[in-house]
């Protein structure tokens, strides 16, 4: 069973930012691309709140609870879907560092790679799925499989020790990936993607809701979930989510997938606080 650690980082407040639409820019940031991003709460963006409340998401405004989920559901299930092989193509666009074009940032590691040295070797980088397929059972399908909102590059060794674990805090610390902590049942990553990892989590839950032949993903509250289509734990994502609020690099990729591929968002990238309006 996992142990809870305490963080001596605080929350930040969500900075509500309104933007013409067709003319929405992100400011630019500057993310790590050597180590580990810094401490969390550094370079953070104001949040896209607003900017599509009049078009994409207007018949989602008003609404809570179920309702809403529903409405985001009917909205971000609009999407063109990718296959598995051209995923790779697309997280060399979406996890580009900004810093070098020529290089991808790794979820878990923080590290800048060389786009090209994806693979199975063990200090290539592979194809994460955050939700883990083997909750539910997708496999690679084309739909949940090859999801690119929560499709990550990450590093193959690292990859494999998260598994398909849980999230929980706790554990012993990766060697390979300091700040990421593992124990038997669950993973814990790094601060800086903390929120990251939750709202592609609860993208998932509200994408996936049992229709189009695909399995009714949820989050419960538990970890050690197997091959039930659950992912833990909800108290959890929920924290993460609060104490790291989208930044730039979250919100340019949320824009090139709506953008250049799947033409479908992440309403949690847009709106964090619709995450307490559905799960209460």
């Known amino acids: ?99 070098n074009p020529a290089n991808v940032i790794l979820l878990y590691t923080g590290r800048s790679q060389g786009k090209e040295s994806n693979g199975t070797g063990n200090d290539d980088w592979n194809r994460e799925h955050v939700w883990a397929k083997s909750h539910g059972d997708f496999g690679t399908a084309t739909g949940p499989g090859t999801d690119i909102h929560h499709l990550r590059p990450t590093d193959m060794t690292v990859n494999s020790t998260r598994g398909s674990k849980d999230f929980d805090a706790g554990g012993e610390e990766l060697e390979e990936a300091p700040g990421n902590y593992t124990d038997g049942d669950s993973f814990e990553p790094r601060d800086a993607v903390k929120g990251d990892v939750a709202r592609m989590i609860l993208y998932m839950a509200v994408r996936y809701d049992g229709d189009d032949g695909f399995p009714d993903l949820e989050p419960n509250d538990q970890v050690d979930n197997g091959s039930a289509p659950h992912i833990g734990r909800l108290s959890v994502l929920k924290k993460w989510n609060d104490e790291d609020p989208p930044d730039d690099f979250e919100s340019k990729r949320n824009q090139a997938i709506f953008d250049q591929y799947q033409h479908n968002r992440n309403p949690f990238i847009d709106h964090p606080e619709w995450v307490n309006e559905i799960w209460k």
């Open 1 to 99: 069973m996992s142990v809870f650690r305490a963080h001596r980082w605080k929350p930040l407040p969500v900075i509500a930012m309104v933007a013409a639409i067709g003319g929405l820019t992100v400011p630019s940031t500057a993310i790590a691309t050597g180590s580990p991003s810094p401490t969390p709460g550094a370079d953070r963006a104001p949040t896209r709140a607003g900017a599509y409340d009049d078009t994409y998401y207007k018949d989602a405004i008003g609404k809570t609870g179920p309702e809403l989920k529903q409405a985001l559901h009917a909205i971000i299930s609009d999407q063109t879907k990718l296959s598995y092989d051209d995923v790779w193509e697309a997280l060399k666009v979406t996890d580009e560092d900004p810093s």
